[in-house]
């Protein structure tokens, strides 16, 4: 059974630091490029940053400079740090992982980070 379980979310003022992990089981993880999404209240699902099994990254415009995509192989987990946070970054966060070769895709059930005073 494959699982993808976020941790890491929670209460953050703005300008703080928060460390997203998504930790693969029932994979075999390094097949895998991994990817951070996010949905905000009332807003569509929108891709936040990617790592392939190589290790490239690529992040949207609006985190590029604040958000690190990272992945630890030996753990099979994939991280996003997120620093200088904003109100805008509150939002539900997922963790998606996608086999390239046999299109599997696999997405966990999110936690949910919010910037706020």
């Known amino acids: 059974q494959v699982q993808l379980v976020e941790s890491g979310g929670g209460l953050v003022q703005p300008g703080g630091s928060l460390r997203l992990s998504c930790a693969a089981s029932?994979?075999?993880?390094?097949?895998?490029?991994m990817g951070w999404y996010r949905q905000a209240p009332g807003k569509q699902r929108e891709l936040v940053a990617t790592?392939?099994?190589?290790?490239?990254?690529n992040y949207v415009d609006s985190v590029k400079g604040r958000f690190t995509i990272s992945r630890d192989n030996a753990k099979n987990t994939v991280y996003l740090q997120m620093s200088s946070l904003k109100p805008d970054d509150t939002a539900d966060y997922y963790c998606?992982?996608?086999?390239?070769?046999?299109?599997?895709?696999?997405w966990g059930k999110g936690t949910l980070v919010t910037v706020s005073l």
């Open positions: 029932g994979i075999t993880f390094r097949f895998y490029a």
């Open positions: 998606n992982a996608f086999r390239p070769s046999t299109r599997a895709d696999y």
């Open positions: 790592i392939t099994n190589g290790g490239s990254t």
